[in-house]
């Protein structure tokens, strides 16, 4: 069955976007739980162990605190409440630090750092899963055991304001309540407002046992200004008033006989030097937790906080309040703060957590009792059981005290093994889906590679023998084998997999495909091979099913080395880490082997048939001097025609060859401008570039003009080919560009100073999306007009119509990049238009060539914009430009834009520019899709093999899940990009019939 080039892609597209996220639902790790709805019970608590006594006796110890207050600030980074910083930015909580009844510690916050998953750790004290970085931006009721059921089951009455995150885990755990939305980033005031305005009432009232406050200002900053924003000291500031508030209130409930409280002031993650969160860098992880109550030992100096890990918080106060500690906590006791309670209360306390890790580790290992932690803790609990009995017997001799603090240390070395042991498992994969997955993406890759001589052929068409594969015996045989090993892991499995949970219809539509493809693939590499051994026979290359030789250029050869070299790459930490290095050396090659290319046409060889320079057809000839006449930009001032060998200037001839010379060395200087803008990566992402220069207040006069310049720039790179309509448009949004960058205070207006008031800019970002819509439905039209327009008349409605909507892609691009980004844009559209005019088609280049030249600019465009591999540097503040309150789908809309704006404006191009070339080649359109299906499917191969074989030997989330995440969305923009494209062929293959 021959299929077009085009339909055949976008299928093989769709089915390995379906293969990768059954890879990644594998590949997420499902956190180590014993049992997601079991709860712990005091009833089931462990009794005291007894060494020889008639029964051991259940006993648990006094709450060590009646009232608990939890102030979580977000984004709580340590240096911001410790050291010098500290005593500046929060005086009152140095002071308490340094002076007061205290324990500091900086508590370490294990990835991925956002928001939800560090409260589940709070809470829970287990580890959370990658998965919940989605789970983040709609987070579902909490349903495995946690602190605050079991303080409402004890009947604990708490209270909450602030980050109604809070409010979607636990539903309805509080008997009282008010949240704020903690997406909408450009409110950093009264979202803490909101929370600060119920302190004096609630703190007078003595009806309730636990409060819980969780302040979002800080963050919000941050993801707008960057931890040194001047506005971040006032927020601390504000802060440790609040603390002071509360510290006060409770020293005078207790000054009338209270029982004693505790004051946690913590936060959930910190934050990297670019203001976001969410990797594994020292300033994300390391937080501050400060616990202060009249229980502890006043200091007399300045100590150095203790580092303890996030997830000991849950059982340290699930202990001190008299509670069973969650039964998937990974968290050990802190110490310190029991140290005041009596000897067998603080061995009480440390059995309790060591039973119940070692409960967890024997329901997460295969033989726990291997485990080294799980025989200390045996060996501790039997000295623990000889200490209980000299106790009871009323032994006071120093050898009992001295046998104590040995059993402590025995106690603490156990829980510190076991919970090493837990931590290092972080998650059970789901191996039969992450093979699953790899099959599928593996096989259609193999499928895409055999079909690579037809689907680049002249004709375009690929057969694929589908009816032959579905109508042979190894098809049926190979369904039954698959159903066969389905039945037997889904049988034998000891945890639950995704493929077992699913219903036997979608199972066997999954083995039907799998089966098939390999048949397919099979027939197509039986097929392939006589013609492999004719071209190793004949030294020459069949061009499949269009029968043309093929041979390869050294620009070929270039191209081919540096798609492979950078998949080879990716089995390397280092380079997945400092990947845009990678990009960067490409780009810079390319650059040299374009130039080289020039150099032979307009100096060696004028004319060079089957390749570059070959002859033109007069339809060529005329294409191009309409497209001198549209792009005269280039070439000659407003109003000669560069045709007219009259006017003054000299020959336009000539003037296009030096242009065509300058080119890629104007390309390497914008790319080397470009490198210097954001730094980007992990070993060097802390040191200064030019954004943190541009970005600083007393150079704010340089940023108002390098960004108007931007601006100005992009209209005159992006409106030559737009309708005036859409050119007017086009201006006004620009010019409302700059007004909302000037009302959020990036930038200036000439008339104005510094004493400019900052406004969230709702009002100028709202006026430009009415532009952006206006042109996006200008272009829109167009390309319906072309439709049904004549022959004559479809082809440059089509081409003004793609162009309009690029436009206005461009435009919106624009109004989310930041103010120093915006020569990014800026030079993205030079680099697109001087290539597009005296590069891809003055060389005749092929769509192949072209298309790999876009991927790779794309890739590099993606880290200019100071993007990594890091989750971390994903800016959320674009999610919310132009937006009053969180509205889910234009936030994500909006930040997913805003972080693929580079690959997306090149994809895009890539479009409008086959779409011109599909006039002269047909197959342009078609051949584009394939070689960018097959760009997207060998890394996404590699990397689903490489991740799947050394799963147990990679730092997964710093580097590899967030690169396997940003692999996994790349494919999709490439689906959707080849179904664009497919379908636009399909039209025009439709109105070309007679």
């Known amino acids: ?90 005086p009152y909580t140095s002071h308490l630090v340094e002076r007061g009844s205290t324990h500091s510690f900086v508590a370490k916050a294990r990835p991925p750092t956002v928001t ?73 005031t009264e979202v803490d407002n909101n929370v600060t305005r119920h302190l004096d009432s609630t703190l007078k009232r003595d009806d309730w046992d636990v409060l ?21 000291r006032p927020k601390l500031l504000e802060m440790d008033d609040v603390l002071k508030k509360i510290h006060g209130a409770l020293v005078s409930k207790e000054a009338e006989g209270a029982p004693p409280y505790l004051l946690v002031l913590c936060g959930d993650h910190g934050m990297s030097e670019t203001g976001s969160h969410g990797g594994s860098s020292e300033p994300e992880v390391n937080t501050a937790l400060v616990l202060v109550s009249p229980a502890f030992r006043r200091k007399v100096g300045m100590e150095t906080p203790g580092v303890v890990e996030q997830v000991d918080l849950h059982p340290t106060l699930a202990l001190a309040l008299g509670l069973p500690i969650s039964l998937n906590s990974v968290g050990r006791l802190i110490p310190a703060v029991v140290q005041e309670a009596p000897l067998r209360d603080r061995l009480r306390f440390l059995h309790l957590n060591g039973h119940q890790l070692s409960c967890l580790l024997g329901a997460s290992v295969a033989e726990p009792h291997r485990e080294v932690g799980v025989e200390q803790f045996r060996v501790a609990e039997k000295a623990h059981g000889g200490w209980m009995k000299l106790y009871l017997e009323g032994n006071t001799s120093e050898v009992l005290g001295n046998m104590g603090k040995k059993v402590l240390r025995q106690y603490l070395e156990a829980l510190a093994s076991m919970s090493s042991a837990l931590s290092r498992q972080l998650g059970k994969y789901d191996m039969y889906s992450m093979v699953a997955g790899m099959v599928i993406v593996f096989q259609l890759l193999l499928v895409l590679l055999l079909a690579m001589p037809e689907a680049l052929s002249g004709a375009a068409l690929v057969d694929v023998p589908v009816l032959q594969a579905l109508l042979s015996l190894p098809f049926y045989l190979l369904c039954l084998l698959l159903a066969s090993v389905h039945v037997l892991v889904c049988t034998s499995a000891g945890s639950a997999c995704y493929l077992c949970s699913l219903s036997w219809g979608l199972v066997f539509t999954a083995v039907a495909f799998a089966s098939a493809t390999f048949c397919v693939l099979v027939s197509m590499a039986t097929r392939r091979l006589p013609s492999w051994r004719t071209t190793s026979k004949s030294g020459g290359g069949s061009g499949g099913g269009g029968g043309s030789g093929w041979s390869l250029s050294e620009l070929d050869i270039l191209l081919l080395a540096g798609t492979v070299g950078h998949t080879l790459s990716l089995a390397a930490s280092s380079f997945v880490e400092e990947e845009h290095q990678t990009w960067y050396f490409l780009l810079n090659t390319l650059c040299l082997a374009v130039f080289q290319d020039v150099c032979r046409k307009y100096f060696r060889e004028q004319r060079r048939p089957g390749g570059i320079g070959e002859n033109r057809d007069h339809q060529e000839v005329e294409e191009e001097e309409e497209e001198e006449e549209e792009e005269r930009f280039f070439l000659s001032p407003k109003g000669r025609r560069p045709s007219d060998p009259s006017q003054p200037g000299g020959d336009p001839r000539s003037r296009e060859k030096w242009l065509a010379l300058a080119t890629p ?39 108002s003009l390098l960004a108007a310049l931007s601006l100005v720039l992009v209209y005159l790179l992006i409106q030559r080919r ?34 400019q008031s900052v406004s969230k800019g709702t009002v100028e970002a709202r006026f430009v999306y009415v532009f952006v819509l ?31 909507i690029y436009s206005g892609l461009v435009l919106l691009v624009a109004l989310l990049f930041r103010a120093h980004n915006l020569p990014v844009l800026c030079c993205c559209l030079l680099v697109q238009s001087l290539m597009a005019r005296f590069i891809w088609r003055k060389l005749h280049y092929d769509a192949a060539q072209t298309t ?4 790779w600019f794309g890739q590099a465009f993606f880290y ?12 959320v503040s674009v999610g919310f430009v132009g937006l009053e309150s969180y509205v889910e789908g234009p936030a994500i809309f909006l930040t997913a834009l805003g972080t693929y704006a580079g690959p997306l404006l090149w994809a895009c191009h890539l479009v409008c520019y086959l779409n011109s070339e599909s006039l002269r080649t047909p197959v342009a359109l078609g051949h584009g899709c394939y070689v960018l299906a097959l760009l997207r499917s060998v890394p996404v191969a590699a990397y689903v093999v490489l991740v799947t074989a050394l799963r147990y030997h990679l730092f997964i989330w710093s580097v590899f899940s967030p690169k396997l995440l940003y692999e996994a969305a790349h494919a999709l923009l490439a689906t959707v990009l080849c179904l664009f494209l497919g379908a636009m062929e399909t039209a025009q293959a439709d109105a070309a019939r007679p």
Not at 683 to 703: F, I, K, T
Not at 775 to 803: E, H, N
């Open 665 to 703: 060395p104007l390309t390497l200087a914008c790319c080397r401008l470009l490198r210097t803008l954001n730094q980007t990566g992990v070993q060097w992402a802390h040191l200064p570039d030019m954004g943190h220069w541009l970005n600083s207040s007393e150079h704010r006069a340089v940023l």
């Open 1 to 90: 069955m021959k299929i077009r080039t085009s339909v055949f892609t976008s299928f093989i597209m769709m089915a390995q976007v379906l293969g990768i996220a059954l890879f990644l639902r594998g590949f997420f790790p499902v956190p180590v739980k014993s049992s997601v709805s079991a709860k712990n019970k005091l009833s089931d608590l462990p009794a005291e162990p007894l060494t020889g006594g008639p029964h051991n006796s259940s006993r648990l110890p006094d709450p060590l605190f009646k009232r608990v207050v939890i102030m979580l600030v977000d984004a709580l980074r340590e240096d911001f409440v410790f050291g010098p910083n500290g005593r500046g930015n929060m």
């Open 852 to 855: 790999i030249m876009h991927y």
């Open 116 to 188: 939800m998953p560090r409260i589940k750790a709070l809470t829970t004290g287990s580890i959370p899963g990658f998965i919940d970085v989605v789970m983040n931006l709609n987070s579902p009721a909490l349903l495995e055991d946690n602190l605050l059921w079991q303080a409402q089951a004890a009947g604990k009455r708490m209270i909450f304001y602030g980050d109604d995150t809070w409010l979607r885990l636990f539903p309805k755990l509080f008997m009282e309540r008010d949240g704020t939305t903690s997406f909408f980033v450009s409110d950093y």
């Open 774 to 804: 206006g042109i996006l439905f200008s272009g829109s039209k167009d390309l319906l007009r072309s439709q049904i327009a004549a022959a004559a008349a479809a082809a440059p409605l089509k081409r003004r119509g793609l162009w309009e």
């Open 864 to 875: 200019f914009q100071g993007n990594s591999n890091n989750i971390g540097t994903v800016d």
């Open 212 to 232: 819980i406050l969780h302040y979002l200002g800080l963050d919000h900053i941050g993801h707008v200004s960057g931890p040194r924003s001047p506005l971040v």
């Open 722 to 755: 737009c309708s005036w309509v859409s050119r007017i448009a086009l201006a006004l949004g620009l010019v409302g560009v700059y007004s909302y960058r000037a009302a959020v205070g990036n930038v200036w207006f000439p008339w104005q100073h510094g004493s």
